[in-house]
């Protein structure tokens, strides 16, 4: 498979900070980003995506930015909430098949 | 709602003994993916089919089949499951080939082995 990894395991942040989620990847040919939310127990809940001819797109308090000259994607989270502690995943598409990455644990501190 | 189905939630089963996790779709997606995640670590995909094309991913162990006898259902057969096999099983759907489409993840079976 392809190697899709974060740089940090775990971020905790205080409530109403902004966090900021990285993750590389590896195969240049990847044209296809998502960033995945997961609670404990359940499935990864989409987030946002970028395809690879765009460098940043904008969600609601969330935004992803892509660097294809260093294969990077990172997640920016805007003014983060108690609701947002979860397990972040970024994964990247080629054909057919999604990669995860390692997954950044999110702890917001009230 | 359209959905991904998984049953059951959770499933016990015995070492050697065979289990066959189920996942249903009412997206009427073209692809389908089972996933293994195991605990604190990232979804592995073992396989997917479009339509009933499948495709199987180098590492996936022999031990894991799958099946997708319609557009709306997907097996996972874990023919003798070892205790290395106790996990969370995603199902997850996209609309196209091809890439570039959102995944749905079903909430997941979490397999345990005795």
């Known amino acids: 498979g392809e190697s899709v990894g974060l740089h940090l395991p775990t971020l905790s942040v205080q409530e109403g900070d902004n966090s900021i989620i990285n993750c590389a990847y590896s195969?240049?040919?990847?044209?296809?980003f998502i960033w995945y939310k997961q609670e404990s127990g359940k499935g990864p809940q989409f987030i946002i995506d970028?395809?690879?001819?765009?460098d940043k797109r904008q969600g609601q308090r969330v935004t992803v930015l892509l660097n294809k000259t260093v294969k990077h994607l990172s997640l920016q989270i805007a003014a983060t909430q108690p609701g947002d502690s979860a397990v972040y995943f970024c994964?990247?598409?080629?054909?057919?098949?999604?990669?995860f990455g390692t997954g950044t644990s999110l702890t917001v501190i009230p | 709602d359209a959905m991904v189905i998984q049953n059951p939630r959770y499933q016990v089963t015995q070492f050697g003994k065979p289990v066959t996790l189920s996942c249903s779709q009412t997206?009427?997606?073209?692809?389908m993916y089972w996933y293994q995640q195991k605990s604190s670590q990232a979804p592995k995909l073992l396989f997917h089919?479009?339509?009933?094309?499948?495709?199987n991913e180098a590492d996936t162990p022999d031990n894991f089949q799958s099946r997708r006898p319609n557009t709306s259902f997907c097996f996972l057969d874990i023919r003798s499951p070892g205790l290395g096999d106790a996990a969370m099983y995603l199902c997850a759907t996209s609309r196209v080939a091809g890439g570039g489409d959102e995944q749905f993840f079903g909430p997941g079976t979490r397999l345990t082995v005795l």
């Open positions: 089919y479009y339509d009933k094309d499948f495709n």
């Open positions: 195969n240049s040919a990847s044209d296809y």
């Open positions: 994964a990247e598409n080629t054909g057919n098949q999604f990669y």
């Open positions: 997206l009427n997606h073209n692809v």
């Open positions: 970028i395809r690879s001819n765009m």
